[in-house]
T-cell receptor, first 115, second 113 residues
Framework: DTEVTQTPKHLVMGMTNKKSLKCEQHMGHRAMYWYKQKAKKPPELMFVYSYEKLSINESVPSRFSPECPNSSLLNLHLHALQPEDSALYLC??????????????FGPGTRLTVL | EDKVVQSPLSLVVHEGDTVTLNCSYE??????LLWYKQEKKAPTFLFMLTSSGIEKKSGRLSSILDKKELFSILNITATQTGDSAIYLC?????????????FGKGTKLSVKP
């Protein structure tokens, strides 16, 4: 089983709203990732969590706030977003971030539209 | 600056054709190269390559890595319409950004009946 689930599938929000994206995996993976993908572009890394600790923050604006409550869950809290933040947000997980463990498996994504 | 370049950017073939997709890279501290297939939503993992010259195979798909010439190819034989997708190549490296996957822009494959 290589399933990563994400909710919601679609989200429309205003610039003053606060919302959260959720990601879950039950594969025992200890590394989890958030990516942002704009139309016709490849995914771009936002955050990496390893053993529930934030290990990489790729200069993401503070209006995106990640949270890893436990090894199976990863959240992305959204506040005061801009229309240009509209994109597909992908979650991924891997066994670890070391050699031989870093194959990442992606969830189906959340399609976010900011009005 | 590390980069990965895929070619062609798009390709249109007919069912039954064989296609070869290319991925070249210039990276420091290379660790592994991965291929993903992306249809409407999430990228689906295909292969991870770490060693030169060893072909990985899954059904009609196969891939190989050349670490000397810094490229990888993805072959699809007897293509089907269900193979239509964007194929993404990505690398992971050692060092400060461990865990980061750097993606190429992808090759959009369209297989016509």
């Amino acid at each position: 089983d290589t399933e990563v689930t994400q909710t919601p599938k679609h989200l429309v929000m205003g610039m003053t709203n606060k919302k959260s994206l959720k990601c879950e995996q039950h594969m025992g993976h200890r590394a989890m990732y958030w990516y942002k993908q704009k139309a016709k572009k490849p995914p771009e890394l936002m955050f990496v969590y390893s053993y529930e600790k934030l290990s990489i923050n790729e200069s993401v604006p503070s209006r995106f706030s990640p949270e890893c409550p436990n090894s199976s869950l990863l959240n992305l809290h959204l506040h005061a977003l801009q229309p240009e933040d509209s994109a597909l947000y992908l979650c991924a997980s891997s066994r670890g971030i070391g050699v031989g463990t870093d194959t990442q498996y992606f969830g189906p994504g959340t399609r976010l539209t900011v009005l | 600056e590390d980069k990965v370049v895929q070619s062609p950017l798009s390709l249109v073939v007919h069912e039954g054709d064989t296609v070869t997709l290319n991925c070249s890279y210039e990276v420091t501290n290379f660790r592994s190269l991965l291929w993903y297939k992306q249809e409407k939503k999430a990228p689906t993992f295909l292969f991870m390559l770490t060693s030169s010259g060893i072909e990985k195979k899954s059904g009609r798909l196969s891939s190989i890595l050349d670490k000397k010439e810094l490229f990888s190819i993805l072959n699809i034989t007897a293509t089907q319409t269900g193979d239509s997708a964007i194929y993404l190549c990505a690398y992971s490296n050692y060092g400060g950004s461990q865990g980061n996957l750097i993606f190429g822009k992808g090759t959009k494959l369209s297989v016509k009946p």
